[in-house]
């Protein structure tokens, strides 16, 4: 069975700074789907980022980016000009291409972004 | 654009009393639609999830069931709740051509 590691249960980061967040997981197939969410607050879950596997470019949207290593299984999202506003638990997630409709997620990462 | 609501948005019910969750979307046709729990300090667990009205796929075997009466609407239920039972619960919705999931506002469970 899938599954994905958070290995950092707690990050904080100054206003303004980069910060990364780290992502492992396990799967024998090729061909998989990752994915980023944000839940502030509020609870709800917020898509921040997602990756095809088959794709070796790294997705970026605005600030936020991923450094994608196929080989290693690392997920890591970097969180550039931290805004008081990216404080949330992050979670990384995995979905099989095909087959099980589940997406499998980590544990979570608590950022705090300190003024 | 697509609008997944769930309600009630918090809910305090004895153990032993029966329980009703409703989750609809908007915007979109035939959604595979998906409940996840949310234990304290963990990540999500898929508990249900469908893709057409009437078919229901159970990923964990619990005190809890699912029914689909309607294209976009998606309901959890219990007969009778236990403590274990509490937690806070995610309605999602997606699609064949999109592999991500988008999430509702959840509903808050205690269970006492």
């Known amino acids: 069975a899938q599954t994905v590691t958070q290995s950092q249960p707690e990050m904080s980061v100054q206003e303004a700074e980069t910060v990364t967040l780290s992502c492992t997981y396990d799967?024998?197939?090729?061909?998989?789907?990752l994915f980023w969410y944000k839940q502030p607050p509020s609870r709800q879950m917020i898509l921040v980022i997602r990756?095809?596997?088959?794709?070796?470019q790294n997705a970026t949207e605005n600030r936020f980016s991923v450094n994608f290593q196929k080989a290693a299984k690392s997920f890591s999202l970097k969180i550039s000009d931290s805004q008081l506003g990216d404080a949330a638990m992050y979670f990384c997630?995995?979905?099989?291409?095909?087959?099980?409709?589940?997406?499998?997620f980590g544990k979570g990462t608590k950022l705090t972004v300190n003024p | 654009s697509q609008t997944i609501h769930q309600w009630p948005a918090t809910l305090v019910q004895p153990v032993g009393s029966p329980l009703s969750l409703e989750c609809t979307v908007e915007g979109t046709s035939n959604p595979n639609l998906y409940w996840y729990r949310q234990a304290a300090g963990r990540g999500l667990q898929l508990l249900f999830y469908s893709v057409g009205i009437g078919q229901i796929s159970s990923e964990v075997p619990q005190n809890l069931s699912a029914s689909r009466p309607q294209d976009r609407q998606f309901i959890l239920s219990s007969k009778k709740l236990l403590l274990s039972d509490s937690g806070f619960y995610l309605c999602?919705?997606?699609?064949?051509?999109?592999?991500?999931?988008?999430f509702g506002p959840g509903t808050r469970l205690t269970v006492t």
């Open positions: 999602a919705w997606g699609s064949r051509g999109l592999y991500e999931q988008y």
């Open positions: 990756q095809e596997a088959y794709k070796q």
């Open positions: 997630a995995y979905k099989d291409q095909g087959g099980s409709e589940k997406l499998v």
């Open positions: 799967t024998s197939e090729s061909d998989y789907y």
